[in-house]
């Protein structure tokens, strides 16, 4: 099973950039699609992008569209999620998932094997 590890998450005023990490062990992420959810205080946990096992392919939430992007290096086993025109209500932990499939394409709830710990995104206004 894979292990993953978030970082980049921060405070950052509205407008703002930053670009989350999620580094994976245990497992090459090259033949799996690869996820960011997101949890804000008295919220259910949501879909924010995802990217199919090869790259090529990527989804998103309409609430980010335009605004995020997903991406993933395989040589360094690590999964990206450039965010960008952050507003005050993309603030919320953020969590990296991983398929428990190989070659998946969108990362649906009942295809995650492994989370991360989580990052605290926080914008204000």
């Known amino acids: 099973q894979v292990q993953l590890v978030e970082s980049g998450g921060g405070l950052v005023q509205t407008g703002g950039s930053l670009r989350l990490s999620c580094a994976a062990s245990?497992?090459?992420?090259?033949?799996?699609?690869m996820g960011w959810f997101r949890q804000a205080p008295g919220k259910e946990r949501e879909f924010v992008a995802s990217?199919?096992?090869?790259?090529?392919?990527?989804y998103y939430a309409d609430s980010v569209k335009g605004r995020f992007a997903i991406s993933k290096d395989n040589a360094k086993n690590t999964v990206y999620l450039q965010m960008n025109s952050l507003k005050p209500e993309d603030t919320a932990v953020y969590y990296c998932?991983?398929?428990?499939?190989?070659?998946?394409?969108?990362?649906?709830?009942?295809?995650?094997?492994?989370w991360g710990q989580g990052t605290q995104v926080t914008v204000s206004p």
């Open positions: 998932a991983a398929d428990s499939e190989k070659f998946g394409g969108w990362l649906s709830y009942s295809r995650i094997g492994s």
């Open positions: 990217i199919n096992w090869n790259g090529v392919n990527t």
């Open positions: 245990g497992r090459t992420i090259s033949s799996y699609a």
